[in-house]
Structure formats: C-alpha cells, structure tokens
C-alpha cells in the first residue's frame, strides 16, 4: 500500500482493519492514522520503503506489528496495546506506548531521535535496545529475558528495577551514555551490568543497586544521594573515578575490586557514611591510588589492597579481617636507567 495522501481509516462499529504487505509514502512523507476499537495489524514493514510522516493509533483495541520494522520523519504514537510478531525496529523522532508493549519472546529496538519512555507495561521482551541519540526515560520494572542496552542519554522518571533473566553475554545491561534522576535504580542479571558514561553528574540518582555478577565502572562517576551497593565484582574502565554520596549513604563493594589495566584506573569515594570493600581491592588489577574521604568510615574485610601509587584513608578504618595493604610496581613504568661516566687519567 502505497500513502498519496495523509490518510485516516476509521472503523466506526469496532472492526479490524489490517494490512497485509507493506505501507509506504509516495516519496513524500504522508500521516497515517487507524481509529478503531478493534484490531489493527500491520503485516509488512511500515515506512522502510518511503519513511511516512507519523503513525497514530487510538486508545482502543490493539495494534500487532509483525513486519518488523516503522519508520517515520516524526512521532509514532500506539493508543492502544502493541504486540510483536517479529524482531521489530521502530524508528522516528519520538514514541509514546500509552498501553504497552508485550513482545512475545521477540527483540525490540527503538530508534528515536526524541524521547523515549519505558515502564513496566513493557514486558515480554527478548533483547531491548535504544538508540539514534535521544533520551530515554525508564520508571517501574522492565524484564527481559536477554539484554538491555540503552545507547542514549537515560533520564529516572521514577523508581526503576531492570531485571534480566539471562545470563553471561546474555544478560548484559548496558547504559551507553549518561545516567540521571533523582530517583531510585535496581538492576538485576546473571550478566554485566556496565555504565559506560557519568552516572548522576547532572542529577544524583536516590540510591544504586547492582546485582549483576560483574559491574563496570567506566564513565568516571557515580553519584547518590543515598546507598551504592554492588553486590558483585566492580572493574574500573575510567582513568579517574569518584564514587559520592551526598547523603550520607553507605558505598559497598561486596566483590572484588579491580582497575582494567594495572596502575591505570584511581579510585576516589566519598561519603559520610560507611565505605565497605568485602573483597579484595586490586587483587588482579592494581589500582593506580585509592583515597577516601574525611567523614564516615572504612571497613576492609577483603584481606588487600594492592595499589601502584598511593593510598590515603580520610576517615577511621576498621579491618574485618588480616590485611595486607602493598604499593606494588606492577603496572608502573621503570625509573630511568642511570647514566654510568667513567673518566680517564690522562
């Protein structure tokens, strides 16, 4: 079907109105809206021919996109429930969802150059991805059963939990920009959890919540106004990086602690409350240097903590078991080679 015109189809008396091949435009972006209480299904791909303009759907019945893929120059607003009947790429300036999506075991990849929000009524999904430099923004519980990797800017309109029942690669959890909102995060996985930019630089996010096997620090700041609590590993990627909270909140790494690369990442926390390392502090990779700040305090109960530069401890410590704390010179370069000048009577 080819659009000429913008173009409504309206079923008055509730009934499906379906198109069985692909929707395009005529070469010029044309609207297209489907009014009725009934089904509507798209049975090809919407727009990858020739982008339509916008799609709109209204409040009642639902929509069922099994051509795997809408494109539009604008919005794309679905009134009613969505579902997939294929690993399906939307694409547009923005998408609003305002009776959610079940994916039925399907991947979702939603390209908006806008804004983007996600909440609890997403659900059923298999790998959920964002993209195509807008926002995103999350609230509630959204489960996957493989991975989420949100490649824009991520914005709490709410508390959220991401929880994804797979595991390893599988699993991963991946925040491929900046992290803000003064809300609360839980993010549960047998995968990776990674922030790869700052998290709460512009807005502290309430409290943090990693229970991933693995989480990786590389955007080079974490900031709370409450607890960070990484139940797992922690890897630092960043050169530098800070972990802050503003309100006094406890800041604990049950796992291991490491840099990525020996003497490259430092490592700096701040808070008021307790600092807690459960576990040994570059182990496998020694940190570059670790400070903590004045108030609160620090407990060591993984045994080491292995640094090439130095380490300053602001607040009290206690050790929750023997400990060796080393400046090791793995990872730092060799001093120069000293000049030998021998001379030569005469």
């Known amino acids: 079907m080819v659009l000429t015109i913008d173009t409504t189809l309206t079923s008055t008396g509730g009934g499906a109105i379906g198109f069985a091949s692909t929707v395009d435009s005529d070469g010029t972006a044309r609207a297209l809206t489907v009014n009725t209480t009934g089904a509507t299904s798209f049975g090809g791909a919407v727009g990858t021919g020739s982008a339509l303009a916008s799609l709109t759907t209204d409040a009642m019945g639902g929509t069922a996109l099994n051509g795997g893929a809408v494109t539009t120059t604008g919005a794309q607003s679905f009134g009613d429930a969505v579902s997939l009947g294929a690993n399906t790429t939307l694409t547009g300036t923005t998408g609003s969802f305002a009776a959610g999506l079940l994916g039925n075991g399907f991947d979702l990849t939603l ?24 926002t995103t923004t999350l609230s509630g519980t959204i489960s996957t059963t493989g991975t989420q990797t949100y490649g824009d800017a991520v914005a709490l309109a709410g508390g ?38 700052a998290v709460g630089a512009t807005t ?23 607890a960070q609590q990484y139940t797992g590993s922690v890897t630092l990627g960043a050169a530098s990086t800070t972990l802050t909270s ?10 291991a602690l490491n840099g990525t690369v020996a003497g490259a990442q430092a490592l700096t926390v701040n808070t008021a409350g307790s600092t807690v390392f459960g576990g040994p502090v570059g182990g496998t990779a020694a940190l570059a240097s670790l400070a903590t700040d004045a108030p609160g305090s620090t407990v060591l109960n ?11 401890y602001g607040d009290a410590v206690s050790l929750g078991a023997g400990t060796t704390l080393t400046r090791s010179t793995a990872g730092r370069s060799p001093p120069p080679a000293r000049r030998r000048t021998t001379t030569r009577s005469p």
């Open 111 to 134: 390209n908006y150059s806008g804004a983007t929000a996600l909440d609890g009524s997403f659900t059923g999904i298999d790998d959920l991805t964002t993209g195509n430099g807008g």
């Open 160 to 197: 959220t939990t991401l929880n994804s029942s797979g595991t390893g690669a599988a699993g991963n959890v991946t925040f491929g920009s900046t992290l803000d909102g003064t809300q609360t995060l839980n993010i549960n996985t047998g995968g990776t959890a990674t922030f790869s930019g």
């Open 204 to 226: 502290p996010l309430a409290q943090l919540v990693s229970a991933a096997p693995l989480t990786r620090i590389n955007g080079g700041a974490v900031t709370t106004t409450g």
């Open 246 to 255: 503003t309100g006094s909140g406890q800041i604990l790494v049950v796992g």
């Open 302 to 312: 993984g045994g080491s903590v292995t640094t090439t530069g130095g380490q300053t």
